[in-house]
């Protein structure tokens, strides 16, 4: 294996679940999720010597896979319709099962528009300050505090919401 081929498998490894989660998180689906970090790790691996001179990779990929969860919801030909009971599955919720908290907070998510979860994910759970977000998402400062502030003020509501109707 070429001596670049191991840099980036090695990056790879370490990188590869911290960007499933953040491409989770922002589009709210496991298999969409996945699509996207492949389709941002074959991007990155296009551009890996370029990447690797400028430095911080990390900051470059996770770029790549918020853009990449954008830009599949734009593309006609990429809109599937998500439906909430599949039929042939016997556990629905497998992967977060006993989580019934996580459960309302990735509900409350999918309820949010695409930019304020983008903006929410990376601000609170990326734990990335608002100039980090805005470069990611290529808006300016304000942008990211409103559509922040707007985003938890919906997650608020629809975790109340939740939480009077039990």
């Known amino acids: 294996m070429a ?6 498998v090695a990056f790879v490894q370490a990188a590869e679940a911290s960007l499933r989660r953040t491409a989770f998180l922002v ?34 990929a996770r770029r790549i896979v918020v853009n990449a969860a954008h830009d599949g919801g734009r593309r006609p030909w990429r809109r599937e319709v998500a439906i909430s009971d599949v039929p042939d599955r016997t556990d629905l919720h497998d992967f977060a099962a006993g989580y019934a908290e996580r459960d309302e907070v ?49 997650l608020r509501q629809a975790i109340n919401r939740r939480t009077s109707t039990l």
């Open 106 to 154: 990735l509900l409350a998510l999918r309820s949010l528009g695409p930019r304020q979860r983008a903006c929410v994910v990376l601000r609170y759970y990326e734990d990335l300050s608002v100039e980090q977000t805005a470069e990611i998402l290529g808006c300016s400062t304000g942008t990211v505090k409103s559509q922040a502030s707007r985003g938890l003020d919906t």
């Open 27 to 60: 589009c709210g689906d496991r298999h969409k999720a996945d699509d996207v970090v492949q389709d941002a790790l074959y991007k990155l691996y296009l551009s890996w010597p370029k990447v690797q001179r400028v430095g911080n990779p990390f900051a470059y």
């Open 3 to 8: 001596e670049r081929d191991e840099a980036f």
